[in-house]
């Protein structure tokens, strides 16, 4: 039997995020599949502090909070299911904050091995136009979790589980749970959309238009005076495979830190003219 977590990305009980989680686990435990809950912004994560112990020497990770548990109950699953809400054109602060934390993941990006779990996204925003990049970035952190993204979708609606009003939206969630606990993935999206974290925002360069997150290419076409973009489906999306984090991490991560040791002693005599500013810090107060 699959094992399947919904992920609520939402500190707001009975939300549209937990609701359409909740919905998606209904078709997953309909096609048999055992269900689990959690909620995110219930977890103890710390913000990383940039000390890559886990990159560089695959030690663990020294900041005592709730991640390495996290880490385990997602591995422990066979399918992921992720929603949270959009805020300031992104997605709520836990999706980003765990995403910075995944070079944890090192020694599994060292042994190579990736999984072929299937994992899919709802991302929930109030306003149509509001819904900036929280759609790419849920479906970055299912797939830098190691999982096989095989759908997603958006849902706008404003007010707390006011998602349940729209019955062929829900119709929709529950077939995307099913689908990840078959391990069904959906075509592509079509359109000037990345087909792999589904984003809509490109950097042009050498005349492509270049996927920021994914690295995807893709040829810009005019046809019948709208501009489209053709992408190459035979890319794999560079940033997302273990393949690539262990080529990043062996070939970029590691090599700084010679480089850096190399310097260290004529960064600290550069910088000590800024002992001279005095204490130029402010905090909270106390009282």
Not at 9 to 17: C, E, K, L
Not at 53 to 80: G, N, T, Y
Not at 87 to 112: H, N, Q, S, W
Not at 233 to 239: G, S, Y
Request: with cysteine; charged share 25%; glycine share 8%.
């Amino acid at each position: 039997m699959a094992k399947v977590l919904g992920l609520v990305g939402s500190a707001r009980v009975w939300g549209n995020s937990e609701v359409v989680v909740r919905e998606a686990l209904l078709g997953a435990q309909e096609e048999g599949a055992k269900i689990e809950m959690l909620r995110l912004t219930a977890l103890s994560i710390e913000p990383c502090n940039g000390c890559l112990r886990c990159a560089l020497k695959e030690e663990a990770c020294p900041l005592d909070d709730d991640m390495e548990w996290f880490l385990a109950k997602v591995r422990e699953s066979d399918a992921l299911l992720l929603s949270a809400p959009t805020y300031m054109f992104g997605p709520a602060a836990i999706v980003k904050l765990i995403l910075d934390r995944l070079l944890m993941l090192t020694p599994c990006f060292m042994e190579g091995s990736q999984s072929t779990k299937p994992g899919a996204t709802i991302a929930i925003s109030g306003r149509r136009d509001w819904r900036g990049v929280t759609q790419p970035f849920l479906n970055c952190l299912v797939m830098g979790l190691g999982f096989r993204l095989v759908n997603s979708l958006y849902v706008h609606r404003p007010g707390p589980g006011e998602a349940l009003l729209e019955d062929e939206v829900m119709a929709r969630i529950q077939e995307l749970g099913r689908r990840v606990a078959r391990g069904e993935s959906v075509k592509p999206p079509e359109g000037n959309i990345c087909p792999s974290c589904y984003g809509d925002f490109f950097v042009l360069e050498g005349g492509k238009a270049i996927c920021p997150l994914c690295g995807i290419e893709a040829d810009i076409e005019l046809v019948d005076g709208q501009m489209r973009l053709s992408f190459d489906l035979e890319v794999e999306p560079w940033p997302w495979s273990y393949a690539w984090q262990k080529e990043h991490i062996e070939g970029w991560i590691r090599p700084t830190a010679p480089r850096y040791l190399a310097h260290r002693e004529e960064i600290k005599a550069r910088r000590e003219r800024y002992r001279e500013m005095g204490d130029i810090w402010v905090k909270p107060s106390e009282e």
